[in-house]
């Protein structure tokens, strides 16, 4: 299984009154075994994304594992993204306090409040082992959360408050 072979599907879904809701009970999404979390931030809003397919077109979904880990905030100040978005993130880092501020409503709720209070964000980041990828690679490589990381990385430079480790969905071979 490709990413783009959930391009129709997630455009589908999303169209539809059940949404994400319908996304997860489709058969493929369910031979994935992936968390809903991961479903969602990866596939379901990105599987039609051109430049996602650029960077993880030729990747097979299926034999990617994922499992929550606490990774340090040094390993996510030099962590690479896909390179068809290479600048996202400093573009992020740039004006960290901005891109908090308009995270304000909605799903966005607490955003704010897990900077000031714990350091880190809301939402789990998309991680994935960069030998997945290229296969003498190593390291991790940020798939989805640009703008949470670059908000990391800006806040960091600032002398804001920043926790030592993150959560984030790490996806391994299998």
């Known amino acids: 299984m490709r990413l783009s072979d959930f391009a129709a599907l997630t455009q589908r879904c999303r169209e539809s ?10 058969e493929a999404v369910l031979e ?7 479903l969602e931030q990866w596939l379901y809003d990105h599987a039609d994304n051109e430049a996602f397919l650029q960077d993880y077109g030729n990747l097979e979904l299926s034999q990617v594992g994922w499992q929550v ?3 340090s905030t040094e390993t996510f100040m030099a962590m690479p993204t896909g390179p068809s978005d290479t600048d996202a993130i400093e573009e992020f880092a740039r004006d960290p306090e901005h891109w908090i501020a308009v ?5 966005h709720l607490g955003v704010r409040l897990a900077w000031d209070t714990h350091g880190t964000w809301k939402r789990w980041p998309i991680l994935l082992e960069q030998s997945l990828l290229t296969p003498l690679a190593t390291g991790l490589q940020l798939v989805e959360g640009r703008t949470r990381v670059g908000v990391l990385r800006g806040r960091r430079r600032q002398g804001a408050v920043v926790a030592e480790r993150h959560l984030a969905w790490v996806g391994r071979r299998t």
Do not use: K
Not at 17 to 26: N, V
Not at 32 to 38: E, F, I, N, Y
């Open 103 to 107: 995270r304000h409503q909605g799903p």
């Open 17 to 26: 009154d059940y949404g994400f809701a319908e996304f997860l009970r489709q």
């Open 32 to 38: 994935l075994h992936w968390p809903a979390d991961v």
């Open 69 to 71: 880990e606490a990774i």
